[in-house]
């Protein structure tokens, strides 16, 4: 019976250490994304992202992007794990995010528009520098892969930068 009153009060313990590490804020980025296709086709846009923090160093985080090819319009909608070092002003981190994607392209001689949804994964990361309140997102790099009607295509990379705000 002593064991197990030793054991319980050192699991609370060490328990109730973890609750005294401070967790980092939720942070929302938001800045400019280029997007090159597989083919060499290029794309300008914007990327947007929310993260919540779990704990010191893992937290979820939900992304929205848009790349706009000449004559049509890449979205992903995205979310999944996130992990961050939170070490000084420099701020590495990793993600593997999943969801949906919607292509679409409008035929210039006729105007019509067609369009497709599919599925959207995106592992990569990149580097946060700046305060507690305000950073900027040096680098995002992230692979996408895209499947659109049984058709993978892995070729795709992201690259965003831009401001970071922490609550």
């Known amino acids: 019976m002593r064991k197990f009153i030793g054991v319980a009060l ?3 313990l060490v328990s109730l250490m973890g609750f005294t590490q401070e967790t980092p804020k939720p942070e929302v980025f938001g800045g400019y994304q280029y997007t090159r296709f597989d ?3 290029n794309a300008s846009g914007f990327n947007g992202q929310a993260t919540m923090y779990i704990n010191k160093w893992l937290g979820v ?3 929205f992007g848009g790349a706009f090819p000449s004559g049509g319009k890449f979205l992903t ?3 999944g794990p996130v992990v ?3 070490k000084g002003q420099f701020s590495p981190f990793a993600h ?4 949906g994607a919607h292509a679409s392209a409008t035929d210039p001689l006729s105007g019509t528009t067609v369009g497709a ?3 959207a994964m995106m592992p990569g990361g990149g580097v946060d520098m700046g305060s507690k309140q305000l950073a900027f997102r040096l680098v995002q790099f ?3 892969i895209s499947r659109f009607s049984g058709v993978t295509d892995k070729n795709n990379a992201r690259i965003s930068s831009g401001l970071l705000f922490r609550f």
């Open 10 to 12: 050192f699991v609370s």
């Open 39 to 41: 083919g060499g086709t």
């Open 61 to 63: 985080s939900g992304d």
């Open 77 to 79: 909608y995205t979310g």
């Open 84 to 86: 961050s070092t939170h």
């Open 96 to 99: 593997f995010l999943i969801g």
């Open 117 to 119: 949804n599919g599925l």
């Open 142 to 144: 992230d692979w996408l």
